[in-house]
């Protein structure tokens, strides 16, 4: 795929969808810290109906860490892995309370130094709570990225790298929300949706649906 193609792509998807965001529910870097941490392996849907009854009650990593592993169970316990997710959370909330003043770091080696944090949530942080131009590469993006042809790549670092270099710059701030979204309800996995895509005339998928 070329630049000019790629131009085109995201001038689309941003035409179409000017503001992008996160369809977890959050209102601060710290909320959405614990709504990433929990959307592992879970819905976007399912998390927030769960912290719609966890961030009235603890929204601050002082509140969380009081409630203690067995009182966020409680609210988290509808949510895949809650066990472990629990467990890192607290000692996350204790990190960001002891070293980070109660604040979510903006800085990628603070963010993965917590317990349940990776790079994936790293990046998720760093772009919509920080608005750093960053890629997420989610099961969405990789598939998106390799299926159209924007930035193929092996393994989801190898696809990271290959959006950071091929996305135009105009559209890198966004292009992490734009990609999921098209993945998550247009270029699904078993059945893309190529008669309704946008960007299907500037795709390479070669085995297009009708």
Known sequence: MN??????????????NP???????YNSAFELLIAVILSAQS?????????????????????????GE????????TIGLFNSK?????????????QHHSQVPAQREALEALPGVGRKTANVILNTA?????????THIF?????????PGKTVLAVEKALLKYVPKAYLLDAHHWLILHGRYTCTARTPKCGQCLIADLCDFKEKTA
């Open 43 to 67: 819905t976007d849907k399912g998390v927030n109906k769960a912290t719609a009854k966890l961030f009235p009650v603890a929204n601050t990593p002082e509140a969380i860490y009081a409630l």
């Open 130 to 138: 920080f608005r750093q131009p960053t890629m997420a590469v989610d």
């Open 3 to 16: 630049n000019t193609k790629r131009e085109e792509i995201f001038r689309r998807l941003r035409d179409a």
């Open 143 to 151: 598939r998106v990225a390799n299926r159209t042809g924007i930035a």
């Open 86 to 98: 629990a467990k890192n959370i607290i000692a996350t909330c204790k990190a960001l309370v002891e």
């Open 19 to 25: 503001e992008p965001t996160t369809e977890l529910a």
């Open 70 to 77: 067995d009182g966020l169970k409680a609210y988290i316990k």
